[in-house]
């Protein structure tokens, strides 16, 4: 089956760390670029951060820039996302998406809070 | 950033009825290898979202033809060309040319 499954959600304090992972499977991974997006609670979605397809080149919105880092591992059909300095603004549900959207996660929920 | 303005925000449709989304952005979205990517998405409530055209009117697999897109440049417009009970959900328009990526707001489709 084709799909994309993100885990590693959960509470955070403010100022802490977390990496989330999304497994890859039913498609050649390695063949496609890879964002993440996220969504607050009851607001639209924002896209955070993409990685070309050998990992060469990654691309993230301004308010994550030097704070989270994307990063995949083609041989485990892999994408991850480590977040640090997380800020109660962080607070989402996290996708990660395949290219231009052609696939999406069911979504990990990250809450920033102390 | 390329921001991305749809309307309407809220769009209550009766069953059987066509409806109608704009979507702007700030700058124009043709590429230099010829294709705009102009992207749009369907949020069911409790659901990932799911891309319905790519590339501003090719349809994903799996969508019904009740669903079609067009425009060129900074216009473009999702139609639904009869609303079905389970076309509710929010739409959102994604520009693809410019980094950052960017999402327009919104527009919540409801029926009357």
């Known amino acids: 089956e084709v799909q994309l499954v993100e885990s590693g959600g959960g509470l955070v304090q403010p100022g802490g760390s977390l990496r989330l992972s999304c497994a890859a499977s039913?498609?050649?991974?390695?063949?496609?670029?890879m964002s993440w997006v996220r969504q607050a609670p009851g607001k639209g979605l924002e896209w955070v951060a993409n990685i070309k397809q050998d990992g060469s080149e990654k691309y993230y919105v301004d308010s994550v820039k030097g704070r989270f880092t994307i990063s995949r591992d083609n041989a485990k059909n892999s994408l991850y996302l480590q977040m640090n300095s997380l800020r109660a603004e962080d607070t989402a549900v996290y996708y990660c998406?395949?290219?231009?959207?052609?696939?999406w996660g069911q979504g990990a929920l990250v809450t920033v809070s102390s | 950033d390329v921001v991305m303005t749809q309307s309407p925000l809220s769009l209550p449709v009766t069953l059987g009825q066509p409806a109608s989304i704009s979507c702007r952005s700030s700058?124009?979205?043709?590429?230099?290898?010829?294709?705009?990517?102009l992207n749009w998405f369907q949020q069911r409530p409790g659901q990932s979202p799911r891309r319905l055209i790519y590339?501003?009117?090719n349809r994903d697999s799996g969508v019904p033809d009740r669903f079609s897109g067009s425009g060129s440049g900074t216009d473009f417009t999702l139609k639904i060309n009869r609303v079905e009970a389970e076309d509710v959900g929010v739409y959102y328009c994604m520009q693809g040319t410019h980094w950052p990526r960017t999402f327009g707001q919104g527009t919540k489709v409801e029926i009357k």
């Open positions: 039913g498609f050649t991974f390695s063949s496609y670029g």
């Open positions: 998406a395949r290219g231009f959207g052609s696939l």
């Open positions: 700058q124009s979205l043709a590429y230099s290898d010829g294709n705009t990517y």
């Open positions: 590339k501003v009117s």
